[in-house]
DNA sequence: CAGCATCCGCTTTGATACTG
DNA sequence: CAGTATCAAAGCGGATGCTG
């Protein structure tokens, strides 16, 4: 990216990672830590290679990720956030809260990746009953499975099928995703598709942590 | 912006804010309140007055910021915030504080804005004598000088002249700036032009918080 | 196949000029 | 003051080809 020449401290921070598809790559690797050329252009569906190519470069010109070699078996080049990678992550963070009311939209050709809305859950769920037994929950969204476990309070995820959750959210993402995160109402997550199997008290001690802020933000025509 | 086309709220969130310019129209909102455009071009020096206008609309369109008249004697329109733009504010913050290690390189064309800097130095810095009594000290750099002020722990800033400062800095932004943030040692900011006037004391209690990690975050050549 | 580099048509941006 | 108009240059997207 052309530079803004400007001396302001935010301006020089997008001059690093203000460029289109930059913070891309590095949630990439902050969601998915250690990822291969291919692995990238599998989270970043519509980037030509070209522009991945040139965007590692810069990344790792500017210190913020490193290229490694990954040990013998595996004989591939692995991409990696670097210490001053990692300190973007409150950034991405609040990306994550900021569009959270963006999530009722999903038009028809948006691509899904379960670890996108994985991180999504983490930051924005809380359990409201902390003091009862543990519970998980699988959501069949996205390209695989995601689980959400209960852990003192808060809620913790991980990609791949449950052993046998409390309950499971089917459906297309939109709806479950916003049935989740107090964006859409039962009523109408049900009415765009979702399937709930399992105890019906399970969903009402997961909800927005308090300081999800949503005033549904939807933009005036 | 083309959109990402991503089910992700960090996409969805660069879909309206991760267009060049964009973000730093926000800054320039959020950190003089609402602008006439014209002020709007003069703290975003090199931006095309189309670009300018197109971000404009775009923005209004996703609810980030609105239109307004001015009140009868000034008749010209006013561009503010949103509730919605507003809390954009912690984006902001964090990539301040990010880019605070790039504030030692300033690039010879590079413009300045004292309000660029006054949120950076109040985002970072601290009074380490809460308890003694108030100092003010006057920056002489960028465009108008900056008056830092002690409160309670905290240092508070505002633009124009000091009534009468206990302390002045005088130079070039980037050692001044370097010497604030404690990027700088004071030999080297004096070997860089910078000037200072006052109790010595002074600048020993104004330091940078302990939460602001500086490692020194150079990038390897 | 992983990790690029090249080419080409299209879109966005930058610089400047002009207008109600 | 608050934009619009114009056009060249840069950036991007998509396809393809190359190299280990």
Redesign the interface.
């Known amino acids: 990216?052309r530079?803004?020449?400007?001396?302001?401290?935010?301006?020089?921070?997008?001059?690093?990672v203000?460029d289109?598809w930059t913070?891309?790559i590095v949630?990439e690797l902050a969601l998915r830590g250690a990822c291969r050329y291919t692995d990238l252009r599998n989270g970043l569906?519509?980037i030509a290679s070209n522009l991945l190519a040139d965007r590692l470069r810069e990344l790792e010109?500017?210190?913020v990720i490193a290229r490694e070699d990954a040990p013998p078996p595996i004989a591939t080049t692995l991409f990696r956030l670097t210490?001053?990678g990692e300190?973007?992550r409150?950034?991405?963070d609040?990306?994550?809260?900021?569009?959270?009311p963006?999530?009722t939209?999903?038009?028809p050709?948006?691509?899904?990746?379960s670890h996108?809305?994985a991180s999504?859950i983490e930051l924005t769920l809380r359990d409201q009953q902390p003091d009862a037994s543990p519970v998980t929950v699988e959501l069949n969204i996205g390209d695989q499975p995601i689980v959400l476990e209960t852990r003192g309070g808060t809620i913790h995820t991980r990609l791949g099928p449950a052993d046998s959750p409390d309950a499971t959210l089917t459906g297309p993402?939109?709806p479950v995703m916003g049935l989740l995160l107090g964006l859409l109402q039962p009523a109408d997550a049900r009415a765009n598709g979702v399937e709930y199997t399992g105890a019906t008290a399970v969903l009402d001690r997961i909800g927005p942590a308090v300081d999800a802020?949503m005033?549904l933000?939807?933009?005036?025509s």
């Open positions: 990216m530079s803004y020449d400007e001396y302001c401290a935010i301006a020089k921070s997008l001059d690093v203000g289109r913070l891309l949630r569906p519509g010109h500017a210190g210490p001053r300190r973007l409150p950034l991405l609040d990306l994550v809260r900021w569009g959270l963006l999530m939209e999903q038009k050709g948006d691509a899904v990746r996108w809305l999504a993402p939109m802020e005033p933000a939807a933009p005036p």
